[in-house]
Each structure stands twice: as C-alpha cells, then as structure tokens.
C-alpha cells in the first residue's frame, strides 16, 4: 500500500512526504468508511460541505503559522486517528467532555442522540473522569453540527483502537528501518558529512582508504549516541508530536534490544577509529558519545547549558575528520568546528522557538521556553560570528583570502534573518532562520572546500627542500 | 524505488554482519522460550483505557495505541506458565514503572492544560475581553503572551521533574539489566536443555 509513486522520491522530501502519506491513509480509510456510512442515512443528513470541512481543517491547522493556541473552532464530524494526528494533548482531552455536553443538552437534537450518547460516555468514563475536571470550561459549541455522525464514530474510533494492539515482537522484516529510524539515520549523514568535510579541509594528500574508514568509524559513532538517546527519552518523546513515532516509544524494539544495536555500533566503530585510523580520533568519537549521551541528554531536562555541550558535540565530528586526516589536533581542525559550533545556536534556537509548548509541557529547560530574549541574542551574536571565523580562515592558512570573500553573501543573509528574529520573535522569522540554516552550513562548508590552501605553512614548506641539498656538497 | 532499493541495501549491509543476526535471534530465543510453554494463560490485567483484551491464545506482550491522557502505550504482559522468578520480578518491575509513568504523565498533561486555561482566561480578562469573540470562537493569546506561561510552568515544576528525572533513569537501568539477565538465563538454559538432549 505504501508503494506509491511518492515512495520513489528519495530524501528527506520522499520522506516527510511518505510520513504525510503514512499518516493520512489510515485517516482517509477512516473517512471513507464513515462518509459511506453517513450516505446509507436518510437524505436530510447526506454528505454537505460541513462534513468536508475536516479536509480543510487537517490543512489548516498544520499549515497555519499563527494558528497557536486556537482549539479547533468546529466539532470535527470525523474522528481523528489518535496516535498519528499531530494533535496535542488538550485537544483530546476537549472533544471528550463535549461528548456530555451533547448528551445532557437533550432539547435541540433528536432523540437518538440521547440514547446513543449514554452508551458511549459510560464507556469513556474511565478516560474523561479525569479530563472533565480540567476542561468543563471548555465546552466548544456544537449547534451547527449534527452529532449523530459524532456517536456513530466514537463507535468506529473505539473499534479502530483496539484494532491498533500489536503484538510486541521484533519484526525481522522491519528491523532495517527500525534501525534507521532509532539511529536517526538523516542526522547520522549530516554529522557524517561535516566529518568529511573536515577530512576534506585538511591540507594533506587525500587518502581514499583512510577517509572512507573514518566516515564509516563517524558514523557508527552517532548511530550509537542517537540510539542511547533514544533508549533514554522514551516518556518524553511519546509526549512529543515531533518524536512520537520513535521505534521505542512504538514497541518496535525492546530497550534491550536498544542497547544491544548500540553497543554493536559504538564498539567496533570506537575500535575502528582508534585501531585503523588514529587513537586521537578514536579518543574524540567516544568523547562526543559521552558528551551527547551522558551530558547533553539529561541535561536538556536540568539547565539551559545543553544547548553550549550540544554545540560542543555539533562541533567535534569535524575535528574528528581533520585529526582523522592530519593526526593531529590543530588551529585548522578547531575552526572548523568552530564553525559548527556558532552555526548551531541560529540553527537550533529557531528551531526550539516555534516548540516551545511541547519543551515546556515535557519539562524540557530551553532558551527558548525560559530565557526568550537570551536565546535571540545568542542567535544572532553567533551569525555574527560566523562572519569573523570566515575571516579568520585565511589567517589559519586553512583558506585563501577569497573564502571570506565570497562567504560574506550568505553570512550577511543569515546575520540578517537572525536580526529579524531578534527584533521581531515571532513564530515566521523563527522558521526563516531555521531554514535559512540547513543550507547555509552546506554552502559555506562547500566555499571552504573550494578556497581550500593546499599546501602547509611557508617554513614547513621551505626546509625539508633546503635541508636536502646541504649534505651533497660534503660528499 | 530509491526507497526499496535504501532498504534491501539496508538489509544486505547488516546481514553482512556476523553480529547482527544474533539480536533477532536472542530476542526470539527469549520469546520462543515463553511461546514454548504452551498455550500461555489469559492475562487478567484489564488495560487501563481501551476494554479489549488480547486473545487468550497469546504468546507476546501486546502493546496498544497512545493513551489518550498520558500519550504512553499500555502494555499487556504475558505470563510464560514456567515463569522463572526473574522474570516474574522483570514483568513486576515493567508494570509498575509503567503505572507510576502513566499517573506522572496523566497529571503532568492534566495540570499544564488546566494552569494554561486558567492564564489565558485572566489573562483575556487582565485586558478585559470575553472569552469568546463576536464568531463564537475562542479567542488565543499569540505566542509571546503564551511564552510567559510556558517559562513560569517550567519554573515552579523545576524540582519534580528533575526527580521524575532521577527515578526514570534508575528505573530504566534497572529494567534493561533485568531484561538482559533474563535473555541470558534463557539462552543458557536453551543451551543446556539442548546439550542435555545430546547426551540423553
């Protein structure tokens, strides 16, 4: 069913377009069923533009920028799938008291309704006990719509989840994806990337072998540091609509098994590194594990100080690259990841602005959520750095003059959407500034390479040829 | 097509590991182990939210959709008839962590939704609007207004989610070292069953 033409776009693109797919067939098979259900009943309640109005609503409340904290205006004739709707929670915890609501207010509907409801709150007694106390205020107008459709399709809901029971057993068919999914595939080739790119920038011969093994060491790194962050964010990342489709938080796996694939990962890809490549880089791959792992990770829940370490273990996958290259940790190594490290604070602080309800209602300690204006002005002071590291690429003999040169375009672009974020802070200047950043990184990465200074140092340079004629004369 | 082919190159990379197949395989070993015990007894746990129950036939734990409150899937566990008193500690272990994070959760999407109803109504009310506009809608705060409470929230719940924090990684820890006792116990026992038939 999956197999669609969309399943042939490959990407990030095909991705989240498959995911949009993923989630919107079991709705629309939803849909179907209770729109063919609704054509069996007498005339008066056939098919009318209210009850298509769901289409739009789906549409507009994922697209609408400045739709925030509106419940949803109408009753939604159709359910909404529970697990795979980008819903918040209140908006669960809403519809249910409405429910009473349509069956105490027995004058204006017909009588069937009545009679229906009854049935259907007994059986949701045990799910709005609670959620009434929070929510009697917010009963949500319902005239216009025709509650009986509402009955008929708690029914359908209540059949539709206790179709979603799965047996909790590994799928062996699935584990490839599973696997994708728990090492967070997409960011593992991005980090993978940056370390080529800093293996790429090192001012030595290109060793092909090398290169391959280090990107292979990097990345088996990272899948071994997202997996043990995963294993420990189970809670939180089902109470959160980004991260709700995670592989533990689904069952897929067992934490076990978790654990398992990323002791299998991280071992041989630490051991890879320091054994084939170079203890020093195998030293920073387990560092940046422990980083993200051990420190970042609980962090994110303690103080606002995640976001710097999170910068930190952003910035060492490049100078894990260089040293993979060069043996050695230099001032060349440290920009690059100086670079990775100002570029994440536009890149992540725009990300976490428009999240800010989510982190809140997880208890996660961000910028964004308890420090709004700090989390702007680090924003923007660090595309302004990226500006001077630009500059400073020459004087470290890492680029030629002309880096900075042409650099300076999308280094102003991006100072200058940080900027806007800085005055402005709403929610459409956040999402520019985040998106502005995922192509700023490769493109200035991609500048690096093509300024890239060839050769070392002048006095590196000049003396291995000088020391060599000297010895000839004497002979 | 790009997918599928990702995907059947996903599946040969790990194949290609000697290691890899092992996981499946000490994963089945300990489910086979609870399957072989025969037609498994019907968990009389009733789950929390939905009133089905997995069939009596099963053989697995079974997982259900997101509860609607705490937005963590219910688990029914799956009492093997030789339980071994590991895995009866595992299991006991599993369901309670499970409780205590569906009553933390429960309360915690509970509380922010009534404390953000009530900011935005004295709030509505501090610039004297009614709750509802001439539409009949609600009326929203934009998300400055909002971003005060999201900051105050997080401040006075500091200290209790740091120590739901504590206990969630201990629990956890603990789980998973359960587990893997309880994988390698029946591995060995596996082994020892089988090598005890060699010899028989």
């Known amino acids: 069913m999956y197999k669609t033409p969309c399943s042939r776009l490959s990407g990030f693109v095909g991705v989240s377009v498959k995911q949009k797919l993923v989630q919107n067939v079991p709705r629309c098979n939803q849909i179907a069923r209770s729109l063919i259900h609704l054509h069996k009943r007498d005339p008066s309640k056939w098919l009318t533009y209210q009850h298509l109005n769901f289409l739009k609503r789906q549409y507009v409340s994922k697209t609408s920028s400045e739709l925030q904290q509106r ?52 059986t949701l007694k045990s799910k709005d006990v609670a959620a009434k106390k929070g929510s009697v205020s917010r009963v949500v107008a319902t005239t216009e719509e025709t509650p009986h459709i509402h009955v008929e399709s708690n029914e359908a809901k209540q059949a539709r989840l206790d179709r979603q029971w799965k047996e909790l057993k590994v799928d062996v068919a699935d584990l490839p994806d599973v696997y994708a999914r728990l090492a967070k595939i997409k960011l ?209 003999d890492v680029t030629s003059w002309t880096f900075p040169v042409i650099s300076l375009p999308i280094n102003l672009y991006i100072s200058y959407l940080a900027f806007r974020f800085y005055r402005r802070g709403d929610r459409s200047s956040a999402r520019k500034l985040f998106f502005c950043s995922l192509w700023h990184l490769p493109m200035l990465l991609l500048l690096a390479l093509t300024c890239k200074n060839y050769s070392r140092k002048q006095e590196d340079g000049a003396r291995p040829p000088a020391a060599i004629p000297l010895p000839l004369p004497a002979n | 097509m790009a997918a599928g082919a990702a995907a059947a190159t996903w599946r040969s990379f790990f194949f290609f590991f000697p290691r890899v197949p092992l996981l499946p395989q000490r994963l089945s070993a300990a489910c086979s182990r609870r399957s072989s015990s025969g037609a498994a007894a019907p968990k009389d746990k009733t789950p929390k939210t939905s009133t089905f129950r997995p069939a009596a036939s099963s053989t697995h734990d079974w997982i259900g959709p997101p509860n609607p409150l705490s937005n963590l899937r219910p688990i029914v566990y799956h009492v093997p008839e030789n339980e071994s008193e590991l895995e009866k500690r595992l299991r006991h272990l599993r369901q309670e962590t499970e409780d205590w994070n569906h009553e933390f959760w429960t309360k915690q999407n509970i509380t922010f939704s009534k404390e953000k109803e009530a900011f935005i109504i004295s709030q509505l009310q501090a610039k004297g609007l009614t709750l509802r506009d001439e539409d009949g809608r609600r009326r929203a705060l934009n998300s400055e207004e909002m971003a005060k409470f999201y900051k105050s929230f997080l401040d006075n719940n500091r200290t209790r989610h740091a120590n739901y924090n504590k206990e969630w990684y201990r629990r956890n820890f603990t789980i998973t070292l359960l587990m893997a006792r309880v994988a390698l116990n029946s591995m060995w026992r596996t082994i020892t069953k089988r090598s005890s038939k060699k010899t028989t």
């Open chain 1, 71 to 122: 419940a949803i205006p109408k009753q939604s004739p159709v359910l909404t799938i529970v697990d795979e709707r980008d819903d918040s929670v209140e908006r669960q915890v809403e519809r249910i008291p409405t429910i009473e609501a349509v069956a105490t207010e027995a004058a204006p509907q017909p009588q069937d309704v009545t009679s229906k409801a009854q049935p259907e709150v007994s």
């Open chain 1, 188 to 396: 593992t080739a991005l980090v993978v990337t940056t370390a080529a790119a800093g293996y790429a920038m090192a001012p030595v011969p290109f060793d092909p072998i090398m290169f391959s093994v280090s990107l292979l060491g990097t990345g088996l790194a990272s899948c071994t540091a997202n997996s043990i962050n995963q294993y420990f964010e189970m809670p939180f990342d089902s109470n959160m609509n980004r991260t709700k489709n995670r592989p533990l938080v689904r069952g897929q796996i067992s934490p076990l098994h978790a654990v398992s694939f990323a002791l299998v990962c991280g071992v041989p890809g630490v051991a890879l590194l320091t054994l084939a490549v170079n203890p020093l880089t195998g030293f920073l791959g387990a560092l940046n594990i422990f980083l993200y792992t051990c420190c970042y990770t609980p962090l994110k829940r303690l103080s606002i100080s995640n976001t710097w370490v999170g910068a930190v273990v952003g910035a060492i996958p490049p100078v894990m690259g260089w040293t993979a290259a060069t043996g050695c940790l230099e001032p060349g190594a440290l920009l690059l990841g100086g670079f990775l490290y100002s570029w994440q604070f536009p890149h992540f602080n725009a990300l976490s602005w428009n999240l800010r309800e989510d982190y809140s209602r997880g208890g996660y300690r961000m910028m964004s959520v308890t420090h709004p204006a700090m989390c702007k002005r680090v924003a923007l002071r660090h595309s302004l750095g990226l500006i001077g590291l630009s500059a400073l690429a020459p004087a470290l």
